[in-house]
Each structure stands twice: as C-alpha cells, then as structure tokens.
C-alpha cells in the first residue's frame, strides 16, 4: 500500500505536466470510437472525469448522440460501493461525493444490468497488462470484479508504465487506449 501511495504522488505531479491534454483527449476519444467493442454495445459506462483526468464529457456526449445509452457512477458510501444511473444530458450532474460530479439519483434512473455495456475505467496510472492504480478508494476495483462486460481505460503514454505493483483484489482493464497505443489484455474481448 505504502508503495501504491507513493506512486500516486508522484503521477499526480506527472499527470498535471502532459502537455497538450485537448488534442490528446481527442486522438483517445476517436480510437475509442473506431473499437467494436464501442461500436456494438448498446450502454456505455463512463466516469465522469476531473480536471486533470482525460474528458469524459465529448465521449458521454458522442455516445448519447449515436443512440447509447449512458450511465455514471454515484458512489453510495465511503466503503467502495457505487451504482451506475443513466443520463439523458450533462446537466444532470452536479457536484457529489469526493467533489466529483455525479448523477441526480433522484431524476435518474439506477441501472442493474450491465448486458451489452463497455465501463471506460478512470485510472492515474495504468501498465502495459491493463493494472492501474486510481485514487484509493476501491470503487472501480469492486465494481470491475463483478463486471463482465469489456473494460476500457484511457491514458495518457506519459502515465503509462511497464508494470505496477498489484494486489489479489486488483483487475486489469480489457483494453487500454493511449494517443500512441491501443493494448488489448484480454483473448477474445479485444474490441
């Protein structure tokens, strides 16, 4: 854990020095796009990004234009559990838990089912092997343990490393985009 908080620090530093974030943004969002794994779901999964994060916000909207639905996360506790609600715009998100922006839970409606849905996975720091390392507070790796859809993380190459320290809980990405690569981690589900 120690190690894991150590690199945290240091990526958080990394990641506020990218340079040139729109365009890369960009060059993600359109791999992600031309994936068949995106092309044929019918319910995209997506967190809604931070400030330093890649934008998620032209994905969730390029998506709901070509007729998917959306949903975001809503974290229920401080334990690690969170539930995904489908969204019609942006504007039904506001600020929530961590200062992140979640869904109104109470205009939107939860989801339980993730049949034919792709999860775009939030990461600082992702490996070659599709590991990450996020904020610490377990969400996504509960959340991916359970999913069996295709996972999806978005990275920059500056933020990309060879391989992480990892725990038994912890769950590789299925596919994992950069502006430079595209890494397939799982047979048979590489998009």
């Known amino acids: 854990m120690q190690i894991k908080n150590e690199l945290r620090k240091l990526y958080k530093l990394k990641r506020k020095s990218v340079i040139n974030k729109a365009d890369k943004d960009k060059l993600i969002s359109e791999k992600l796009y031309a994936l068949e794994a995106y092309k044929s779901c019918k319910t995209v999964l997506t967190y809604v990004s931070l400030d330093d994060e890649i934008k998620t916000d032209d994905i ?6 070509a007729g998917k639905r959306v949903a975001v996360p809503y974290c229920k506790d401080d334990m690690g559990n969170m539930d995904f609600y489908l969204i019609d715009s942006l ?8 200062s992140v922006r979640e869904p109104d839970i109470n205009e939107c409606e939860r989801i339980n089912s993730f049949n034919d849905s792709i999860a775009i996975v939030p990461g600082l720091i992702f490996d070659k092997n599709g590991y ?3 904020y610490g507070k377990g969400y996504y790796d509960r959340f991916l343990n359970e999913f069996n859809g295709i996972s999806i993380g978005l990275c ?5 490393t060879e391989s992480l320290p990892i725990d038994k809980h912890d769950k590789n ?3 994992l985009i950069t502006p430079g690569t595209t890494i397939c981690n ?6």
């Open 186 to 191: 799982r047979g048979g589900k590489n998009g």
């Open 156 to 160: 920059y190459d500056e933020l990309l």
């Open 132 to 134: 990450r390392i996020g």
């Open 60 to 65: 969730i909207i390029h998506s709901l234009k």
């Open 91 to 98: 504007t039904q998100l506001s600020i929530g838990s961590f």
């Open 173 to 175: 990405v299925d596919i």
